[in-house]
Nanobody, 113 residues
C-alpha cells in the first residue's frame, strides 16, 4: 500500500496561485503513477491532472494552461501548481496513486471572487 498526505490548500482570491503537495510513502515512489482529482460540492470527482513515471503529463481541458503537475522523486512528492485561479476551481483536491488505487485525505481549495 501507499500513503498519501496532501497539503497546500487554502483560501485565495480569483487570479491568485496555490501549490498543492502530495507526500507519498510506503512504495518505491519513482515507479508509481499519480494524479490529482477534485470534487466540488454537489459534483462528481473529476480528474485534474496526471503524471506517469516518465514525467509525461495530462490535463483536464478546464485547467490547461493554468495548472502544472510535477514530481520530485528525491522527495517522494507530487505537486500541483495552480495559477490564475477561478471561483469554479473551488473544490477538495485529492492526490491519487494509480498503482495502488490509493487516495489521500484531500485538501480544500477555495477561490473567492
Amino acid at each position: 500500500q501507499v500513503q498519501l498526505v496532501e497539503s497546500g490548500g487554502g483560501l485565495v482570491q480569483a487570479g491568485g496561485s496555490l501549490r498543492l503537495s502530495c507526500a507519498a510513502s510506503g512504495s518505491t515512489f519513482r515507479l508509481n503513477r499519480f494524479a490529482w482529482y477534485r470534487q466540488a460540492p454537489g459534483k462528481q470527482r473529476e480528474l485534474v491532472a496526471s503524471i506517469n513515471t516518465a514525467g509525461i503529463t495530462n490535463y483536464a481541458d478546464s485547467v490547461k494552461g493554468r495548472v502544472t503537475i510535477s514530481r520530485d522523486n528525491a522527495k517522494s512528492t507530487v505537486y500541483l501548481q495552480m495559477n490564475s485561479l477561478k471561483p469554479e476551481d473551488t473544490a477538495i483536491y485529492y492526490c491519487y496513486n494509480s498503482n495502488f488505487a490509493s487516495w489521500g485525505q484531500g485538501t480544500q481549495v477555495t477561490v473567492s471572487s
